[in-house]
T-cell receptor, first 112, second 116 residues
Framework: AQSVTQPDIHITVSEGASLELRCNYSYGATPYLFWYVQSPGQGLQLLLKYFSGDTLVQGIKGFEAEFKRSQSSFNLRKPSVHWSDAAEYFCAVVGEGDKLTFGTGTRLAVRP | EPEVTQTPSHQVTQMGQEVILRCVPISNHLYFYWYRQILGQKVEFLVSFYNNEISEKSEIFDDQFSVERPDGSNFTLKIRSTKLEDSAMYFC??????????????FGDGTRLSIL
């Protein structure tokens, strides 16, 4: 069965600084990978997805992620963080079965 | 942009009572899902539904849970006899194809269920 690990529970960055959120997955074949963002009291909004092709994918709000098969990783990046990016970020994978398997999430705080 | 809508936003129920959580998926979507998130924990898959039947369910989705698409627009999750441990945020999601078809799932804002 597939699984997702997000090693960082909580990250704080200064506004304008760059950001990288880590995600590692476990799945025997090529997975379908996603990043979702959850603002307080809100649902899950899709930031970006990887199915195949170019391993660097662009998403909404200036986010990008890179699929690295050799490292089983799908890290999320943003060159310059805005205060409105403070939220919880979830990496998810589809492997066996038509269902999303989520990581435990990384809570991002943005320092003014 | 079309949205998945969930009602109510917060439901408070006595233990042992039945509760129905309601979802209106995006109108042309055919695949429907329920997930839950216990406070402080990760989002967990409960059930997927397509063509008026359950496609897949997790071990969480026991006999106390059921899903239904009673008409052309609603998708409901029923918990027959609620337990304290059912307290969680419940998310509905929908998609116009299964996830292997390069289509993501779109989520609603969730219903916070509190069991007293």
């Amino acid at each position: 069965a597939q699984s997702v690990t997000q090693p960082d529970i909580h990250i704080t960055v200064s506004e304008g600084a760059s950001l990288e959120l880590r995600c590692n997955y476990s799945y025997g074949a090529t997975p379908y990978l996603f990043w979702y963002v959850q603002s307080p009291g809100q649902g899950l909004q899709l930031l970006l997805k990887y199915f195949s092709g170019d391993t660097l994918v662009q998403g909404i709000k200036g986010f990008e992620a890179e699929f690295k098969r050799s490292q089983s990783s799908f890290n999320l990046r943003k060159p310059s963080v805005h205060w409105s990016d403070a939220a919880e970020y979830f990496c998810a994978v589809v492997g066996e079965g038509d269902k999303l398997t989520f990581g435990t999430g990384t809570r991002l705080a943005v320092r003014p | 942009e079309p949205e998945v809508t969930q009602t109510p936003s917060h439901q408070v129920t006595q233990m042992g009572q039945e509760v129905i959580l309601r979802c209106v998926p995006i109108s042309n979507h055919l695949y429907f899902y329920w997930y839950r998130q216990i406070l402080g924990q990760k989002v967990e898959f409960l059930v997927s539904f397509y063509n008026n039947e359950i496609s897949e369910k997790s071990e969480i989705f026991d006999d106390q849970f059921s899903v239904e698409r009673p008409d052309g627009s609603n998708f409901t999750l029923k918990i027959r006899s609620t337990k304290l441990e059912d307290s969680a945020m419940y998310f509905c999601a929908s998609s116009d194809a299964d996830t292997y078809s390069n289509q993501p799932q779109h989520f609603g804002d969730g219903t916070r269920l509190s069991i007293l």
